[in-house]
């Protein structure tokens, strides 16, 4: 069973906007934070947001800032991804994923230990 289930992925034109979410299913457990990742057909997965519950802080890649805001619900394991101002080189398989162990750098996907199985977003000029 796969641990975490994103939703809300689809078909969007460029400048319009899309809200990802992600939950834990049918599992317990207690993370330290979590992320979004994203993965382009022959280009490697890369990190796009991240948050720590502990502290509250975001953490965002440069080519999504000021553009997608993360957000999430600590008690549930759920995060979610507001993506305004989509461009075409936004189009990708987002994944959610979460640290069980308290990652030190969170833009590397080694350092989470859940996954989510990833849902599409394809961005249209």
């Known amino acids: 069973q796969v641990p975490l289930v994103e939703s809300g992925g689809g078909l969007v034109q460029a400048g319009g906007s899309l809200r990802l979410s992600c939950a834990a299913s049918g599992r317990t457990f207690s993370s330290y934070g979590m992320g979004w990742f994203r993965q382009a057909p022959g280009k490697e997965r890369e990190f796009v947001a991240a948050?720590?519950?502990?502290?509250?802080?975001?953490y965002y890649a440069d080519s999504v800032k000021g553009r997608f805001t993360i957000s999430g619900d600590d008690p549930r394991n759920a995060v979610y991804l507001q993506r305004n101002l989509l461009k075409p080189e936004d189009t990708a398989v987002y994944y959610c994923?979460?640290?069980?162990?308290?990652?030190?750098?969170?833009?590397?996907?080694?350092?989470?230990?859940?996954w989510g199985q990833g849902t599409q977003v394809t961005v249209v000029s």
């Open positions: 948050i720590r519950w502990s502290v509250g802080s975001t």
């Open positions: 994923a979460a640290d069980l162990r308290g990652c030190t750098s969170q833009e590397f996907p080694a350092e989470y230990d859940l």
